[in-house]
T-cell receptor, first 114, second 115 residues
Framework: GAGVSQSPSNKVTEKGKDVELRCDPI?????LYWYRQSLGQGLEFLIY????????KSGLPSDRFSAERTGGSVSTLTIQRTQQEDSAVYLC????????????FGPGTRLTVL | AQTVTQSQPEMSVQEAETVTLSCTYD???????LFWYKQPPSRQMILVIR??????QNATENRFSVNFQKAAKSFSLKISDSQLGDAAMYFC????????????FGTGTRLTVIP
């Protein structure tokens, strides 16, 4: 079956602009995660959705970052007033449930803020 | 917070040889899950192998196997008969049974395979 998909693959924006990144999880997966990977670094957790529960936003680095998940499926990560330090690869992952299941990752969106 | 440490930023191995990548972690939990992910230049994070902490038997997946030492909090990955396609960044990751639902990642080891 289809894996996790993300769009766009690459995004170049100017400092101060808003950007939206999209994630389509694997069909039927109830848990969805966003991570950020800065150059040469490991992955940093941003936000987690599980079904209809309130999201875990504990990893969001500032109030310029927000995310939503509509209908328990597609998710959008929004970064407002982008800064150069927001440049990174943003990875989305989904799992069948949150307790034990393996997380499957999408190909990521590379964001470059000029 | 849980921490995952990969002390080898870079490793290299001759094609067909065996290489071991190291990972240690810190946790106060007794039940948890450990993973090795591979990230080739395409950026896609691919699951290599998974280990449940309550299982004493080390996980294996074809040429990939782990040495899980729970008391030492060590989780190394052994790649046998290395192939050119194994060249990638390898990340060790931890997920607790309770508490946070996200994965905690190490900083990765870049593996080069020499023909």
């Amino acid at each position: 079956g289809a894996g996790v998909s993300q769009s766009p693959s690459n995004k170049v924006t100017e400092k101060g602009k808003d950007v939206e990144l999209r994630c389509d999880p694997i069909s039927g997966h109830t848990a969805l995660y966003w991570y950020r990977q800065s150059l040469g670094q490991g992955l940093e957790f941003l936000i987690y959705f599980q079904g209809n529960s309130a999201p875990d936003k504990s990893g969001l680095p500032s109030d310029r970052f927000s995310a939503e998940r509509t209908g328990g499926s597609v998710s959008t990560l929004t970064i407002q007033r982008t800064q150069q330090e927001d440049s990174a690869v943003y990875l989305c992952a989904s799992s069948a449930d949150s307790s034990t299941d393996t997380q499957y990752f999408g190909p990521g969106t590379r964001l470059t803020v000029l | 917070a849980q921490t995952v440490t990969q002390s080898q930023p870079e490793m290299s191995v001759q094609e067909a040889e065996t290489v071991t990548l190291s990972c240690t972690y810190d946790t106060s939990e007794s039940d948890y899950y450990l993973f090795w992910y591979k990230q080739p230049p395409s950026r896609q994070m691919i699951l290599v192998i998974r280990q449940e902490a309550y299982k004493q038997q080390n996980a294996t997946e074809n040429r990939f196997s782990v040495n899980f030492q729970k008391a030492a909090k060590s989780f190394s990955l052994k790649i046998s008969d290395s192939q050119l396609g194994d060249a990638a960044m390898y990340f060790c990751a931890y997920k607790g049974q309770t508490g946070a639902n996200n994965l905690f990642f190490g900083t990765g080891t870049r593996l080069t395979v020499i023909p």
